[in-house]
């Protein structure tokens, strides 16, 4: 009976088998995902209404959306560096689980709570007046998704090179996060600051999704803006997901 | 001829801490056959972890080979991880999901189809006595009963070759013993070829076969716990007298001869004779003594331990090492 049991897994069942499993405890816990919401929930309630203009919803929720994503998927290393602490992150590297699909799954699972949020962030600005162009904002979510991977990656690859040394993952995390989150203009709009800040917004490529999703929430589709927006997602993916690997490879 | 199991050659680790080398792991060439119960021993520090790690291809070798369940751990490293079950320092299952889920997904991790996992789950969740917790979260479980979803986890492919890292540290002593029946158990079953690391004197020498004594990197005894201490430390005699007069008197008295070859030694009041076969002599030579009018207060014959070959092997006790150990942690 010894290895009867044993058998060969391609990538895709074992990027299935982590997928799933890093699902499991938000499935059982369906409010876990609004934990991390809770920020962007309170810039919604609290900054929104300081935008000027009657359509500043419009504005303004696909970029909450996006920030939402920003705030649960960066921290998600999180997750990985307590495994790394308690053993259950050992007890994968020694099983035939292959290492791409060792960040892959996890990286994928990011997608499931970013829908759920913005479901929920849709939901809860409706009644306020905020319209949501259906195709559009799917088209949204695809880009999203990609963006998410890519962030989810990065932020476990960040857990991995902090390996014993949480304060190192936060630092990092809550240094970038702000600089990121402003530089993209999700708060107020970049157009009007000065050129120094317009230059380094250019750099970010989460200021390429965020124009994106803005457009596409709103129904414009056939952009040059979300085909920019788009290509930051699938640079991040690839960067995130090479990086991962690498890192996933080493530990 | 049995097959090996685990098969090194020259095998080494080294870590470089700031500018320096240290050599943690020095050429160990190691032979384990199909179905034995092998003890690494050693203190905190010995090199048994970094083994282990470079065996359950944790940790790429620094040089030398080593082959484990018939694959090469540097160019073969998925086949070898297929065919062995590792237990290590920590909890396999992880804190945030329930038992038996994570049982699931480990099934699957070693390509068991969904139902064979589930069956399988279902089998180690009540031969190890989970059922009652099997469905909690991890995080709400006794150390105990997280120790032993730690060793489902470890089985639930039922390898042929299963990895233990100090599997019995922060047990409690009923928890310890029930850990090492398990571990029987699984080697009278199964034929599982077991290899685990400890410093736990006692556990090594009741529950495993060989006992591979590791220090500063390199294997210095390697055998039977019975042989190691027939070897390395012989059984001793201490004969107590009133004074320490009386003692000296007998140091060096033909009377001692029967102990012959016997290692003898005075402190104060005691004499103390190092010599196989003690507890037969122990009559004998009392007698040999009561004849020449040494008189004997009390005598006390004690087998030797492996912490006995242990500092005779490198003039250290392993139990010192292991208090001070626990003392920091």
Redesign the interface.
Known sequence: ?????????GIV??TL?VF??EL??VL?NPFSVIFTMVQPLFFLALFAPLLPGDSSLQWFVPGIVVMSCLFGTSMTGS?LL??M????H?????????RPALIMGRALKEIVPMLAQTVLLVLVTMPFGFTLNVGGAAIGLVILAIFCVGLGALSYTLALASKDQEWMFWGVQQTLLFPLLLLAGMMLPIDNGPQWLQTMAKFNPLTYVVDAERLLFNGTIASGTVLAGLAAAVVVAALGLFVGTRAMRKA | MTEAMIETSGLTRHFTVRTETVEAVKGLDLRVDTGELVALLGPNGAGKSTTLRML???LAPTSGTARVAGFDVRTQQ?EV????G?I???????????GR??LV????????TAS?ARA?ADELVESLDLSAVADRVVSKLSGGQRRRLDIA?GLI????LLFLDEPSTGLDPQNRANLQEHIQRLRAD?G?TIVLTTHYLDEADSLAERVIVIDHGSIIADNTPARLKAEHAGDRITLTFDNATQAARVIGHHALGIAEGAQVSQSGAQVVLEVPGGAQIAPKLLRALDDALLEVASVEVTRPTLDDVFLTLTGRSLREDVSLKEKKA
């Open positions: 009976m010894t290895t009867a049991l044993v058998a060969k897994t069942a074992d088998t799933s499993r499991r405890p059982r997750n307590y495994e602490q308690t053993g259950s050992e007890r994968m590297l020694v099983s035939p689980l292959r | 359950t291809t944790l998925r991880r297929g065919h062995i590792y290590g320092q920590g909890n396999g299952a992880g804190h945030s999901q329930r889920d994570e997904s480990q099934g699957r991790a070693y390509g068991m064979a399988r986890m492919h039922a390898p042929a199964h599982t």
